[in-house]
C-alpha cells in the first residue's frame, strides 16, 4: 500500500496531466493551422426608392390646434377738446356702434371784424362748437368716467365698450402659411367638448412679427386697445423669436377667424380649425418628399438616368397644391415618368423616415 502511494499514483497523475497538454498543444498549434474553405460573401443589391408620377386629388386642408379668445375691448376716447356738455347712457347699458355716449363743448375764436371809421376799435366773439363723440363698437358700455363739466383733451380715454364676442386662433408654421397661400375665405371649427362643429365664415392670417404691435397696443399699460378690422391678411414667413411650436415648425404666424353670432363658446375652450385652400382634381402629383421645394417651383430627380448608374439628372417642375403629403406638378414632368423617391442628401424627418443605400437615412427635402 505504500508502494502505490509514494510510486504507481503519482505516476498516473503525471500521465493524466501529459495527455492533457499534449491535446493542448494540438488543438492551439496543429489543428488551429488548417486552412479553412472561404465562405460565400452574402450577396444584396440595394435599390434606391422611386416612384412614378401619377395622377390624384390634391385636397389643400390644414388643421390647426387653435384656442378660444375674448375680444378686446375697445376703449372711448374723446374726438374734441373741450368740457363735457351732456352725458348720452350710463355706464352698464349696451350700445350699438355710433350710438352717442357723451357731448363736448368746444370755445373757438371768431375772426376780428374791421371797424368801418376810423380809429374804430374792432372786436372778436367767441364761437361754441358742439361734438357728439360716439361709440366705435357695439358691445356693453363697461366703464363711463366722463362728468359733466370736465375738461377732456383730444384722444382722452374715458370709457371702454366690451364688444362680448370671441375669437378662435391658433399658430401656423412656415410650412402652413405657404399652404395657405390662396387666402383661405372660411374655416370649420371644431371645439373640445363644446357644440357640434361650426364654419366660421372670415379667416385672418398674420404674420407674427406684424402682431408683436398689436399685442402691444392691446395688452400694454399705455391705453386701451383698438379692435383690428376683420378680413385683412398679411403673409410673411418670418420666425418670431420664442415662437410656439407646432407640428414640428416654429411659430411664424397665427390664423384666426371671428366666432359667429349665436355659437355657445367660452375663453381658454380648445378647437381645431380645419381650414381648406383648394382642389385640384385628377392631376399630375409626385410625393413631397421627392421635390426639393413644394412652392411654385421645385426640382425633382429622374431615376432613369439613375438606374443606368450615372448620377441622377435634375429637372425642374412646376408646383400647384400640395396636401402635405403629396404636391401636384403643373409642369415638367409628364405621368408615368419616375423619380427618386428621396431627394439626395436630405435630412430624414422622424415621422417619415426611411433608408438609402449604406443604411443613409433619406426624408422629404426642406421647402
Known sequence: MGVFRRVILPVAWLLVFAVIAVALVKIAFVDGLKPQGAEPAPMARVETPVVPAARATVTNTVQIKATVQSDPVVGVRSTAAGTVVHLYVEPGVAVAKGDQLFQVKSERTKPASTGTTPGEKTTSEPVYVYTDVLALAAGKLNELTALLDQQLSVGEVVGKVDPGTFTVSGPVNAAQQYRLLAKPGSAQISLVGGPAPFACPAVTLKNNANDAGATAGANGTGGVGMAAPAGALALAAVPAPGGETQNGGVSTGTLSCPVPAGAEVFAGLGATMTVSAGEAKDV???????????????????????????????????????????????SGLAEGERVLEFVPGAPAVPSQQGYGPGGVPYGPAGG
Open 284 to 330: 399630375v402629383t409626385v410625393p413631397l418628399s421627392s421635390v426639393k421645394g413644394s412652392v411654385k417651383e421645385g426640382i425633382v430627380w429622374m431615376a432613369s438616368v439613375a438606374a443606368e448608374g450615372k448620377a441622377p439628372e435634375q429637372r425642374t417642375v412646376k408646383l400647384g397644391l400640395n396636401d402635405g403629403s403629396k404636391v401636384e406638378v403643373v
